[in-house]
């Protein structure tokens, strides 16, 4: 050991490997604390990584995203396919296409307004390039499937699924997926120019129409392979010899891949794979253990990313101005609003269930990765400013959306709806545990489902 070392030094290495392990931790537990339920856990882990960089010196500079941005991309990436396939396995009613109304509006005129509104903002006030502006509206314009859950609907068989609750998990669970086209936009823009003569078709075949449709047509096939797969006599005895987390993360990844490879988006090819599995046997109790286990992997994905965008809060601060800030909180109290309960208008909603979904515009870890993405395969000019605008919105977003979450409980329309349905376990079989963790105790897939109480 050298002199100059201290014996007790503080390595910044092992401070970062501390903070983020017990950030996995009280990921996990926050949300199980009932005084925190309508608290912001997610505000709480970034901060937790603000202190971590704030106060010890010498703290790893590979995450600067604007440096690395491919960590960002790849962890990022990873934390959003597994939840959205997640998010697909529990939405248990799906039949009636008035439940889908509402989401379809928010994806047709919600969105576009959003980036268009946003992209207006950045180029007028932030004095950002035309590509530039593009690439905020679009990675800022997606709601988020990961950090969004006290908003969503619960886990598979639990039933009473809200319209506010259902119209803001299909949301979130499709237009991750749907902002790519604009992602790419931008790059085209930053490549070729302003001039639409010069890209328009093929961004419009290419990135609008191909590349969704084959999304959303490969996961949907490859999830009704896995449900034929998982509920036949030899998927039942994989799942007892493996269980079902490996499964669910293998398939998570097999359709991600694949419908990448297609040149698809894999985003819809994983909510989509999820949404067609359960259907395949819609009251199976199996399915609340393979969403336990996705649950378990986003909790810690989710944990890691939030304390990392955390300790890069004070590197970007000196890069926002009161612009910037104005453009963040605008999104979440003005234009999400605005254009949300606008496009909700005539789709059965009440005027109270349109402002609730409206306000809870959730921001998060699907932003992060976009921008990751865009700055990792092009050198944006405003991407500093871009990379501050995202971290500083998703932290006012947990703090917002976090600590008024309640809301939806208290004053959403009286609904009588689905009523919760309780899987029928075989006798002997331990009792699946849902989003409290994944059940160690195999159980088969060809046990007998779950049966609707109304």
Not at 244 to 258: E, I, T
Not at 411 to 421: I, K, N, V
Request: with cysteine; charged share 15%.
């Amino acid at each position: 050991m050298s002199e100059a070392e201290p014996f007790f030094g503080l390595s910044p290495t092992h401070v970062l490997m501390a903070a983020i392990g017990g950030s996995v931790f009280v990921a996990y537990l926050l949300p199980r604390v009932a005084i925190l339920r309508a608290a912001s856990s997610s505000a709480i882990l970034m901060i937790l990584g603000l202190l971590a960089f704030a106060f010890v010196p010498g703290m790893p500079a590979a995450l600067d995203p604007t440096a690395s941005p491919r960590i960002w991309e790849i962890t990022s990436e990873i934390a959003v396919i597994v939840v959205l396939f997640a998010t697909g396995l529990r939405i248990d009613n799906v039949s009636s296409w008035s439940r889908w109304r509402p989401t379809v509006r928010l994806l047709l005129i919600a969105m576009p307004l959003t980036i268009a509104a946003l992209a207006l903002l950045g180029w007028a006030m932030a004095g950002m390039t035309i590509a530039g502006a593009i690439l905020l509206g679009a990675v800022l314009s997606p709601t988020d499937p990961v950090l969004a859950g006290d908003v969503q609907v619960g886990p598979p068989l639990e039933g009473n699924e809200h319209p506010v609750r259902f119209t803001l998990t299909a949301e979130a669970g499709l237009n991750d997926g749907l902002a790519f086209p604009f992602v790419y936009l931008g790059l085209i823009v930053a490549a070729q120019g302003a001039d639409p003569s010069a890209w328009l078709a093929e961004w419009v075949l290419r990135d609008l129409l191909y590349r969704i449709a084959v999304g959303a047509a490969v996961g949907a096939l490859i999830g009704w392979l896995l449900g034929r797969a998982l509920f036949s006599t030899w998927g039942s005895r994989a799942i007892e010899k493996s269980g079902p987390g490996v499964l669910a993360l293998g398939a998570v990844l097999v359709c991600y891949g694949v419908v990448e490879l297609a040149e698809g988006y894999g985003f819809i090819g994983a909510f989509t794979a999820g949404l067609i599995c359960r259907r395949v046997q819609e009251k199976h109790h199996f399915h609340k253990r393979l969403h336990a286990f996705s649950e378990a992997v986003e909790h810690a994905l989710t944990a890691i990313l939030l304390v990392m965008l955390g300790s890069i809060l004070p590197a970007l601060w000196p890069v926002l101005d009161w612009t910037h800030t104005l453009i963040g909180f605008g999104l979440l109290l003005v234009i999400r609003p605005l254009v949300g309960w606008l496009s909700l208008l005539r789709t059965g909603l009440s005027s109270r269930d349109r402002l609730i979904v409206g306000f809870f515009g959730v921001r998060g870890i699907g932003s992060v990765y976009y921008v990751g993405y865009a700055t990792g395969h092009m050198e944006f000019i405003n991407e500093d400013q871009i990379w501050a605008l995202v971290a500083y919105t998703i932290f006012a977003s947990a703090l917002i959306h976090g600590a008024t979450s309640f809301l939806i409980d208290r004053y959403a329309s009286p609904w009588a709806g689905d009523r919760p349905r309780k899987p029928v376990a075989r006798r002997g079989a331990s009792r699946a545990r849902g989003a409290a963790g994944p059940s160690t105790a195999p159980e088969s897939p060809n046990a007998a489902g779950g049966r609707a109480d109304g």
